[in-house]
């Protein structure tokens, strides 16, 4: 069984910044890579950032303003958030793809969501 807990949502104003934190626990034999992922009302669920060993990439829209960065000993993900708008506001799910074991295949897991609302 893996969990993913994310925390640091909230209510923010424009221009302002918000830091979030998604932390995997349980049975994680190898982390292949950690992202973050918003869905907007009525809007489909979009990648804001994804980092691997290999790459790091971020959405066009929040790129220069978001940094995602990771604690392979804490199997933590960051999310930096600077400069937000209020089309930021979403919810933002933390994704992890992993295997939970030498035998098992890659597997997607998904935190349960944090509230950003950026407005004045």
């Known amino acids: 069984q893996v969990q993913l807990v994310e925390s640091g949502g909230g209510l923010m104003q424009p221009g302002g910044s918000l830091r979030l934190s998604c932390a995997a626990s349980?049975?994680?034999?190898?982390?292949?890579?950690m992202g973050w992922y918003r869905q907007a009302p009525g809007k489909q669920r979009e990648l804001v950032a994804v980092?691997?060993?290999?790459?790091?990439n971020y959405a066009r829209s929040v790129k220069g303003r978001f940094t995602i960065s990771r604690d392979n000993a804490k199997n933590t993900v960051y999310l930096q958030m600077n400069s937000l708008k209020p089309e930021d506001t979403a919810v933002y799910y933390c994704?992890?793809?992993?295997?939970?074991?030498?035998?098992?295949?890659?597997?997607?897991?998904w935190g349960q969501g944090t509230q950003v609302t950026v407005s004045s």
């Open positions: 994704n992890a793809n992993l295997r939970s074991s030498y035998y098992s295949t890659n597997n997607d897991y």
């Open positions: 349980g049975s994680i034999f190898r982390i292949n890579a």
């Open positions: 980092t691997s060993a290999a790459i790091t």
